[in-house]
């Protein structure tokens, strides 16, 4: 494939920039197929995790184009990192052939120098994505000074980090050691004095080497802050303020949590720069969204839509639906009922799509209603409210929804419509939020409408157009068809 420099008009500024064949190159490698709509200045300020993308996978790097698409299935070989021959010998030696997700999405922007956060569980293959990008940028000039330095909870996983090192570093003659409580100081004093290019260390021990002067952190490159959600419940957010203190200004930092609570927000924003957000599995949605179902039957939904935002103070909306063809129907039944609303499925054409979102982007329509896959790589920042008209497949689904809402430091709610139908669901996302969801009804509501259309659906044999469909009566007398109730919108 052939790149060239191309001349484009940044969506946010409007001023022209060049999106260089080099960058055409490195984004198509990595499989974006799009081209940026923001110049790297607007880029850069948007870049502080408000790029929404992605099903199960959000990546969003500040210098990629962050309106791109992220493809699903984008799990690339070893040999793609271009590692230095000992690094890649202790992949190999390990056993690993090819990389996990979280590798696939990490190790290329950490080799980059990236600051990164990677929303990853243990067992997700977590540790080799910052310890082969550590080794591959000290191996170079190790000179018996810290400049890998890796903060953990709990000695269990400084150990278990110490020995990934150990493992995928065999053949690169990096020395790291780990420090935690509970044993004496003495043996790591000597290490320390010995000379190691990487530290792995609990933060209470960590502080006592460093108070002591047993420990020099100036040389410091890249810091790994593993398990950063575990370390704030464990009430380490002190130790970790005074550790950053005593490392250069200038380094590389990989962030590693399970879940997004607001002290880690606020870690990341205070000293991580323009960093790329690298997501597998669920992320419980921030506890700045306000969760509330409001149980309601399928044929009520519309109305039930339309009195909630008749009655609720909102900024941006997004309506999901499960199904294009919904999508489109309840955009049409809002914007018969006076709304200004527009839609965004996967049925539209491009230059429409584009319009679609660009209105609401630019706040000229509030309302978007739009199924999972179309609304993925939307960038708004002021969604005060996610409204599940449908309730999502996947309790990933349901957390990418909401977590539309209530980026960094705004407040927002997501309201879910949940129908009798719709149990195992709500079941399934209480248990990944590890609690109950308010239930709620709307005042003035009137749940008791019946359905306005019900018809009898012949659901075996055929019926030709115009027929009365001949009704053969079953062995015991009974007609073989169900009766069932359609609401207005399918
Ligand atoms: P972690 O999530 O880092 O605790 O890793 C979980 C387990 O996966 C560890 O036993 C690793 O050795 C193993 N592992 C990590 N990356 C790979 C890989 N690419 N291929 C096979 N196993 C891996």
């Not at 004095?193 to 260390?201: F, K, L």
């Not at 021990?205 to 002591?212: C, E, F, N």
């Not at 909102?314 to 018969?336: C, G, I, P, Y």
């Not at 709620?440 to 749940?447: E, I, K, S, T, V």
Request: glycine share 8%; aromatic share 6%; net charge positive.
């Amino acid at each position: 494939m052939i790149f060239q420099d191309k001349a484009l008009m940044c969506s946010d500024c409007g001023t022209g920039f060049i999106f260089s064949a080099s960058d055409q190159k490195f984004f198509h490698s990595r499989g974006f197929r799009n081209e940026p709509k923001r110049c790297p200045g607007c880029r850069d300020k948007r870049s502080q995790g408000i790029c929404l993308a992605s099903d199960a996978i959000h990546t969003s790097a500040p210098d990629a184009p962050c309106d791109i698409e992220t493809p699903a299935e984008n799990v690339v070989d070893f040999e793609s990192f271009a590692l230095s021959p000992k690094v890649f010998a202790g992949v190999r030696l390990s056993g690993y052939v090819k990389p996990t997700l979280i590798q696939s999405k990490a190790i290329p922007h950490a080799l980059a120098g990236s600051d990164i956060i990677g929303l990853a569980q243990t067992g997700t293959g977590k540790t080799a994505a910052f310890v082969l990008p550590m080794l591959q940028r000290l191996e170079a000039h190790r000179n018996g000074n810290i400049r890998g330095l890796v903060i953990s909870p709990t000695r269990e996983l400084a150990e278990q980090t110490n020995e990934s090192i150990a493992s995928l570093g065999r053949r690169t003659g990096i020395r790291a050691i780990s420090l935690y409580g509970g044993v004496g100081m003495t043996p790591q004093m000597r290490s320390l004095r010995d000379g190691v290019d990487i530290v792995v260390a609990c933060p209470g021990r960590l502080l006592d080497h460093v108070w002591q002067g047993s420990i020099d952190l100036s040389s410091v490159e890249m810091l790994v802050i593993d398990e950063a959600d575990r370390m704030f419940d464990m009430g380490f957010l002190p130790d970790i303020n005074n550790i950053l203190r005593y490392l250069p200004q200038k380094k590389q930092i990989l962030l590693f949590s399970a879940t997004m609570p607001d002290d880690v927000r606020q870690l990341v924003q205070a000293y991580l720069h323009n960093p790329v957000t690298v997501q597998v599995g669920h992320v419980a949605p921030a506890s700045s969204v306000t969760q509330v179902f409001y149980p309601v039957k399928q044929h009520l939904k519309s109305a039930l839509l339309m009195d909630l935002l008749r009655q609720i103070e909102t900024e941006s909306v997004v309506v999901f639906t499960r199904t294009k063809h919904r999508a489109e129907r309840v955009a049409e039944q809002l914007k018969n009922a006076g709304f200004k609303v527009t839609s965004l499925q996967g049925n539209l054409a491009q230059s429409r799509r584009q319009t679609a979102i660009d209105s609401f982007r630019r706040g000229k329509v509030k309302i978007l209603v739009a199924t999972d896959i179309a609304s993925r790589g939307i960038d708004v920042l002021r969604i005060s409210h996610v409204i599940n008209y449908d309730m999502p497949d996947t309790a990933d689904a349901y957390t990418h929804r909401v977590g539309r809402t209530g980026r960094i430091d705004n407040t927002g709610e997501a309201y879910t419509f949940v129908c009798p139908e719709d149990a195992e669901m709500v079941r399934i996302i209480e248990r990944m939020l590890g609690r109950k969801v308010e239930r709620r009804m709307l005042a003035g509501f009137n749940y008791d409408e019946e359905s306005p259309k019900t018809e009898s659906v012949r659901l075996t044999g055929s019926r030709r157009f115009g027929q009365r469909a001949p009704v053969t009566r079953g062995a015991g007398g009974r007609p073989p068809y169900r009766r069932v109730t359609r609401s207005a919108i399918p």
